[in-house]
């Protein structure tokens, strides 16, 4: 039982069959032919020389597909990662150099420690902490800042590297007489044909006559045919000699070398403050698509066990020179839609990658970056989202501010700075909203035992008795608030001799608002006011009795119900009174 | 109305009476006596020369009394402040050389605008972030610093300044050959008087027929006492000469020098996060002490008032050749047992103060250093909280761990960095506490409409309707663990088809667990199970309403009541269905 839960194959492998297997093997090679030439595409994004992302597609599949609870998960370079990649060892050396190069692979070792130590320490709820406006917006900024830093490729001219859209923007108009025109066009191309296979070419195909699940398989070969269409042609006019077209050139051939990342101390302080934010992204990322697949057959995900697979996925990708790796999204997608019903699809996927890093990368020699660029925008553009922010807007302003701050902050602070302000403002958020506790004074519906709000209902009250509902758990900071507001309305109505705080929406109260409470009454006692408490939940009671708070309460009274309390001080609004 | 809130004085100053001038005019009296040596050894704890904590006890007190809300607060120096003073100071230049006291005088004027800034912001409750058992083990640990730092002055030979207490013992056993017993004799001759009066002198004189007014008066002089013994010994037998006493020596006469601080950038950026941490650790203590006596009296505490006052003191104190101060939680309590009835009583210590600057400095020439840190372990001792630390244990480990963890942190980070882990720590365990919200299953009581904890209650369920009341507000950081538990739930009892979230605790729903709750129904509802909402708050149930989340709940309803759910889903247990 419990190795199953650290073996997650062992809930699949035993029933495997056939015909799973035809299905994992369809799915496994349509995600190979959309991951080679992401793969090429995302390593290009984050700095690294194309066959990096190869390398990165073969060894993590296989643990992950080994390890992971999801059984449609499809992991490798992700486009966010890429950027945080980039944006971290851009700081360190020289784009290609072999500090960049044992940089990525210090930040795929790193954070493959990171998430496995938070994976057997099963801590993986600390994602949590990232409020879904904050994610948000961190994304479609994220995304707006790959965009825009494909821009060199999509032109054909070099472009400084810079987090700030506005620079490359302004650098790119500057220079703008350096276009290469073909280069352009050939991005131009190259985004038609996966636009148009993105939307159209499925529902053509079936109109055509075509079986669906065949038409969706052709549909995704988009950027297969972009990439061979756009390297024959520049294989035929020569265009990388003739006109000067940036390609993917020279990859060498043959599977990555086993080796240990370099252990250089100043190294690892420099990275691994990124490579906890990689991680962390990276597995919000991952999880988040996870589950959601899950859902749609059922299946459970273990927060925990992904965190250990997705930590050895990256160990994988640091001992065979590939770079940090996760769960993406539109792949994930594309693999379950496809059919992939076991993580086998993965090993199958990584297997045919393994075969075209041996065989095919002499093909991929003429292969245009500025089709990989344009295959980079494409992926990234569905990340830009516009309905979280119109949701949160229309339900709650203050989520929807967090989400544009954290917007913001990414676009001018950088990624790493922004999604920690993004973090910090959520947390925020929060405690300010729970800090000044909505307070409701109640009357009597009616002849009922229901009490509401006097604000919004027509209910019976009685000057001499305040009743006050407190909708918030009592902490620190809360507390003097609490204090200050109780006692306000104490001075406004000097006729009150009973005030019943009514505790069913307080669900602890720490030791400060213990300390404000016990202060409370006696402020109250000196004032002529008896403190009660009504309806107290359980636990809450628990811990008072057993530090003998009722002794300070009396004469106050605790009430299981605010209709009992008001029965035994209120005759005036329950009739005669009697002992609750 | 609104200029009595921003200068209070308008509030006492028109009805002041002569018996309000004798009543201040005593207890500013025992102030002065008190703050004079006071004054003089926090000055030194602080590493400034001991006149500037006289200067730092004149203007101040007047700014304050002229804008402060409290009737009884006695601002000036103060131990904790003084020890932030020395550490911060302490890496930036030598004890004594000007630009030392230039970072004094720039502390002052920081923390008085940050102060000033924080007031005219009415942001004072954001001290409130702070919480008690943080504060009292930040209090205990300083106070063990504080003592521990004297104890070169008391043993009479010098120990390099250290926050780690272990090192200053260590340092001052391996050199205990140096000790000087003379100071030695002193020290312990002082401590005797001030202990003396402080527990033995008011009693005795009662039992000799003093009255207690009197008794409780002459009781306070203790530290004048032990001022002037020991001086007079020390001038009469020349023990600064024969026996290697330490005395404070020239203390220049006459009333400080108006001056602007000097506005070094590179200084300012060096003490601008101490000055921070200054003003928030002095407004606390000062906050607290101003309304725990202010409610003795039924008087109200304006914080955000306070703040502005206090701001403005350290500007004063900033003009004057002073140092940060705040309201002291002894000295304030002797102003107001003393019988201060207006902040008058501090205008009055202030003319004091300067005359003693002006005509008696002379008379302090002798004042042995050591009386000086007796005065101060005394005063400190105070500080020292077991109190809290039991009291928090019994009631909740985690709150006295955050009070353990703060004191270590203190003792050992030192006193900046140990305050802001503690303030981390408080609100960690905060969101720790909200992030796993307690969940109820709730079954009905005998016939009554009342629904209560299965596991604690007698209560009959019904196998098809699942009744669970969330104990927490949903937002970001319980979202998942919500979803999480309730799937569980489901998938454990297949029976279930309806399930029934009882919002009475949920005081919010914040975006993030919003669209965790609408994924919620959409999963339910593919294992076919409907949810349905019961006991909904007003405040959330408008912004659920504005977004039309009822659209999405159907077929799933909310109910008002828990029982008008259970009467329309479970026949079962409410007798004949009916349409609630």
Redesign the interface.
């Known amino acids: 039982m419990n190795l199953k839960r650290f073996l997650p194959l062992l809930e699949w492998l035993p029933s495997y069959t056939r015909s799973d297997f035809a299905a994992d093997g369809m799915a496994g090679l349509i995600v190979a032919i959309m991951l080679v030439p992401q793969g090429m595409a995302y390593a290009l994004l984050a700095g690294l020389p194309a066959e990096v992302g190869l390398y990165a597609s073969i060894v993590p599949l296989i643990f992950y597909g080994l390890l992971g609870s999801s059984r449609a998960l499809a992991v490798g370079p992700v486009a966010i990662v890429s950027l945080m990649v980039a944006s971290t060892l851009g700081e360190l050396a020289e784009s290609g150099s072999a500090h960049y190069l044992a940089g990525a692979v210090m930040l795929a070792f790193l954070s493959g420690a990171i998430l496995l130590g938070m994976g057997f320490a099963r801590v993986g ?1 600390l994602v ?6 904050v994610i948000s917006g961190f994304s479609s900024a994220a995304a707006l800042i790959i965009g825009f830093s494909q821009l060199k490729h999509l032109l054909g001219f070099d472009i400084p590297r810079s987090h700030l859209i506005t620079e490359t923007i302004a650098h790119a108009l500057s220079h703008i007489s350096q276009l290469n025109i073909t280069t352009f066009v050939i991005a131009g191309l190259s985004l038609l044909i996966l636009l148009a296979f993105k939307s159209r070419v499925a529902g053509a195909l079936q109109n055509a006559g075509v079986a669906k699940g065949v038409a969706d398989a052709i549909a995704k070969a988009g950027p297969l045919v972009a990439v061979a269409s756009m390297t024959i042609a520049v294989w035929i006019f020569g265009l990388n000699t003739n006109a000067g077209v940036k390609i993917v050139a020279d990859i060498p051939s043959g599977l990555p070398p086993l080796s240990l990342p370099v252990f250089d101390m100043e190294l690892i302080r420099d990275v691994l403050p990124a490579a906890t934010l990689i991680s962390v992204v990276g597995f919000l990322e991952s999880i988040s698509v996870a589950k ?1 697949l899950a ?1 749609k057959r ?1 299946q459970k995900i273990d927060a925990d066990q992904e965190l250990i697979a997705l930590g050895a996925a990256n160990i994988g990708a640091s001992l065979t020179g590939g770079y940090p790796v996760t769960g993406g999204f539109s792949r994930s997608l594309v693999n379950f839609t496809a059919g992939a019903v076991t993580p086998f699809a993965s090993i199958i996927t990584a297997v045919l990658i393994a075969l075209t890093v041996v065989l095919f990368t002499p093909l991929l020699y003429f292969l245009p970056k500025a089709t990989l660029a344009a295959i980079i925008v494409v992926a990234v553009a569905n990340l830009i989202d516009v309905k ?1 922010l119109k ?2 807007w ?3 302003k203050a ?2 501010a967090s989400l544009i701050a954290t917007f913001f902050a990414v676009l001018t602070l950088g990624i790493e700075l922004g999604i920690i302000a993004g973090a910090g403002l ?2 925020a958020l ?2 300010w ?6 307070m ?1 004074v109640v009357g009597r519906v009616g002849e009922t ?2 009490y509401r ?1 006097v604000l ?1 209902h027509e209910v019976q009250t009685d000057p001499r008795v305040l009743a006050i509902r407190v ?3 009592l ?7 609490l204090e200050d507001a109780v006692l306000a309305r104490i001075a406004d109505q000097p006729e009150i001799e009973h005030m019943v705080l009514i505790m ?5 109260i ?3 608002a ?2 404000t409470l016990e ?1 409370l009454i ?2 109250l006692r ?2 002529g006011v008896t403190l009660h408490l009504a309806e107290v ?3 809450v009671m628990d ?1 008072l009795e ?2 003998h708070f009722l002794d300070h309460l009396t004469p106050g009274q605790v009430f299981l ?1 605010i209709h009992g309390a008001m029965e035994a001080l209120s005759p005036g609004i329950c009739g005669a009174p009697r002992v609750a």
Chains 1, 2 share one sequence.
């Open positions: 709820f949590n902490f990232l409020s879904h406006p959601s859902s059922r979280t949701d949160a229309a339900y709650d989520d929807a959520s947390i929060y405690l909203r729970t800090s000044r506790p909505h409701a035992e229901h709000n919004r909708d918030e758990s902490y620190f900071a809360n507390t003097a608030y069913s929406a307080v669900n602890f720490d030791a400060s213990l300390e202060e006696e402020r000196d004032s939940k359980g636990p811990r057993k530090i119900s």
